[in-house]
Every structure is written in C-alpha cells, then in structure tokens.
C-alpha cells in the first residue's frame, strides 16, 4: 500500500510563494495519477491541481491557475506544488492523492482517488 507524505507547508505573507512536495513510499509511483486537494476550515475537500502519471497532462481549480503549478519527478518519487502569489483564501490543510492509472489522464473529483496522505497546513496571513 503505498504511503503519501506531503511538506512544505507553513506560515506565509500574502504575496509570497511555497513550494509543498508529496512523496511517495512505492516504487511503482509512476503508475499513479496524482492530485493536490485542500481543505479549509468549515469547508469540504476540494480539487486544486491534478497530473497524469507521465506529467504530460495537468488539471488546474479555477481558483489558483496561473499562480499555482504541479509537477511531478517520476525517479524521485514526489509530486510538487509550487505555489505563487499566495492569498489569504489559499489558507488550508493541502492533501496529496494518488490512483493507479497510465492512461494520459487527470482526476479532478475527490471519489477520482483512493490513497491520501496525512496533509501539510498553510496560512496565509499578514
């Protein structure tokens, strides 16, 4: 069963960047589909960025294109988030998931994976 280990989070400015990473006990990484989900307080779960297994193909919220980019190394096992521009409403606890699959293919709902990683928090706050 392959474990997720996000890091990175932390206490920033608005305005600032972060780069959080998600790594991946297994192999076999480069099987899997891989997404980023955040949760704030009082909300639900929901989708931020997501990568096929090849990185060729990528899934962005509309809420953080353009200042957020995901990106995966296949040899070393991790997934990357970095995060630009950062607002206050990018304040959230921030999972990474995972789902075998090789098509060129990007999950975009939370029911898309099966495996979760313990999450990184981020504040965003002046």
């Known amino acids: 069963q392959v474990q997720l280990v996000e890091s990175g989070g932390g206490l920033v400015r608005p305005g600032d960047s972060l780069k959080l990473s998600c790594a991946a006990s297994?192999?076999?990484?480069?099987?899997?589909?891989l997404g980023w989900f955040r949760q704030a307080p009082g909300k639900g779960r929901e989708f931020v960025a997501g990568?096929?297994?090849?990185?060729?193909?990528?899934a962005y919220a509309d809420a953080v294109k353009g200042r957020l980019t995901i990106s995966r190394d296949n040899g070393k096992s991790t997934m990357y988030l970095q995060m630009n521009n950062l607002k206050p409403e990018d304040t959230a606890v921030y999972y990474c998931?995972?789902?075998?699959?090789?098509?060129?293919?990007?999950?975009?709902?939370?029911?898309?994976?099966?495996?979760w990683g313990q999450g990184t928090q981020v504040i965003v706050s002046s």
């Open positions: 998931a995972a789902t075998t699959s090789r098509a060129d293919w990007v999950g975009v709902r939370r029911e898309d994976y099966d495996r």
């Open positions: 990568i096929s297994w090849s990185g060729s193909a990528t």
């Open positions: 297994e192999r076999a990484f480069r099987n899997f589909a």
